[in-house]
C-alpha cells in the first residue's frame, strides 16, 4: 500500500516556497472576496452609489474570476503538503463546503440579483448571505491555521 509522506512534498523542503504559495493564495483570495464585497456594499447601499451594481459587475468580474483561479490553485498546492492533516480538519472540511456553496451562490442568485440592479429588500438579503458566506470561509482558514 502506499502512504503519502509529506516530506518528499517539494513544498515542505525548501524554505520560500510554502510561505509564496500561502501569499498568492491569501493575497489572490482577498482580490476576489474584494471585489464581490464591493458588489455587496453597493447593494446594501454602502458604497459606489454613483454606478448600478450591473456596472460594477462588469468593472470587477474578471479580478473576481482570477482572484477564484488563482486562489483555488494555490491552495490546491498548499493541499499536497500534508493532505491527510487537511482532510481530517473539520475546519478544512468546511471551508471547502462553504466556498463551493459561495462560488455557486455567486455565480447563480448573487449574479442575478446584481445583473437585475435591484437594491430592494430582497437584494440586501443577498449581499448580507453573501458576505457572510465569504466571512466564514476567512474564518474557517484561520481556524484551520491555529488549530
Known sequence: MLVYDPATNPLNNNEWS???AECFHIAAFAMSVGTISILDLRLLGLGM?????SELLKDTAMWTIAGLVITITAG???????????????AFRYKMFALVVAIVYNYT????VVQSDHTGFGA????????????????????YAFT
Open 109 to 112: 442568485i448573487h449574479r442575478k
Open 49 to 53: 452609489l454613483h454606478q448600478k451594481p
Open 18 to 20: 510554502f510561505p509564496l
Open 76 to 90: 490546491l498546492i498548499i493541499f499536497t503538503t500534508d493532505p491527510l492533516r487537511y482532510y481530517y480538519s473539520d
Open 124 to 143: 440586501k438579503l443577498v449581499a448580507v448571505f453573501s458576505l457572510l458566506l465569504w466571512i466564514s470561509i476567512v474564518f474557517a482558514g484561520l481556524f
